[in-house]
């Protein structure tokens, strides 16, 4: 059967385009997620990723790191080598878990607020890898030797951190960085040029948008955007992201 046909489904459709035109693109991004609490990541059924999940750009597996406990307790937590307050995650679930998702092709990444800073640029590296894993950890973090020896064993280890302020666990930072790196994926996004003018893609943050109607409670649309001359309104753009990242972001002008 020609595969061109219309009734090839969507999926497949989507698939071909992106192994024709981005051929180091993979067929379909695997990501598994390790954690002590799957039900969060119900969200991932939803919107965006959900519908590229159905469509089999995405396949993500979501592991319970109790199933690799065994003690009738499923104990994942101890107290800290050498004191301390909270509880340090067990290394021996984590390296279970991991022996039995892990290959030399996977891209392992532990979310913690003392990893660098996932930022735009690491979210397209991201987004072209074929097999991403990550380890949700809780209280005070993983026994440190977990990211060590699986150093030793992955394509690429990553700690990642999404921002200075401290979360309880590393699920709502996967689920931004998953968010993040799908959109990215060819195919997820049904008109690739909305990437393109996006805040941080070229540095710079976004310039205010506007909608109809032209007059809102009083409010006027810049008159540039009305008056159908392109040039301009490129020129207006740039200027309206310039002066909006000096404002707010200076650092990212490299004039913090
Ligand atoms: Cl990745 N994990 C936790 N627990 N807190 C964070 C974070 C990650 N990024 C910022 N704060």
């Not at 996004?189 to 996006?198: F, H, K, M, Y």
């Amino acid at each position: 059967m020609d595969e061109r046909l219309p009734d090839a489904s969507e999926a497949t459709c989507q698939r071909r385009a992106r192994t024709l035109c981005e051929s180091h693109y993979a067929e379909s991004v695997r990501i598994d997620i390790v954690t002590i609490f799957p039900e969060f990541f119900s969200v991932l059924d939803v919107s965006l990723l959900g519908t590229a999940r159905k469509s089999g750009l995405i396949d993500v597996a979501v592991h319970d790191l109790r199933d690799f406990t065994h003690d009738r307790h499923r104990t994942v937590d101890d107290t800290p080598s050498g004191g301390g307050a909270g509880m340090v995650m067990r290394p021996e679930p984590w390296g279970d878990a991991l022996d039995a998702i892990l290959t030399e092709q996977s891209t392992v990444i532990f979310p913690t607020p003392a990893g660098s800073l996932f930022v735009q640029k690491q979210a397209r590296e991201l987004a072209g890898r074929e097999h991403l894993i990550f380890c949700c950890g809780r209280y005070e973090g993983i026994d440190q030797r977990v990211i060590d020896y699986t150093r030793t064993r992955a394509a690429e280890v990553l700690e990642l951190s999404i921002g200075d302020y401290v979360l309880n666990g590393g699920e709502v930072a996967v689920v931004a960085v998953i968010e993040a790196v799908g959109r990215l994926i060819p195919g997820v996004v049904g008109n690739p040029d909305s990437l393109v003018e996006e805040s941080h893609e070229d540095g710079l943050l976004e310039y205010p948008s506007y909608t109809k109607p032209a007059e809102w409670r009083g409010l006027e649309t810049p008159a540039v955007l009305l008056g159908g001359n392109h040039a301009a309104i490129a020129a207006w753009r740039r200027e309206q992201q310039l002066e909006r990242t000096r404002r707010v972001r200076p650092e990212l002008l490299g004039e913090g």
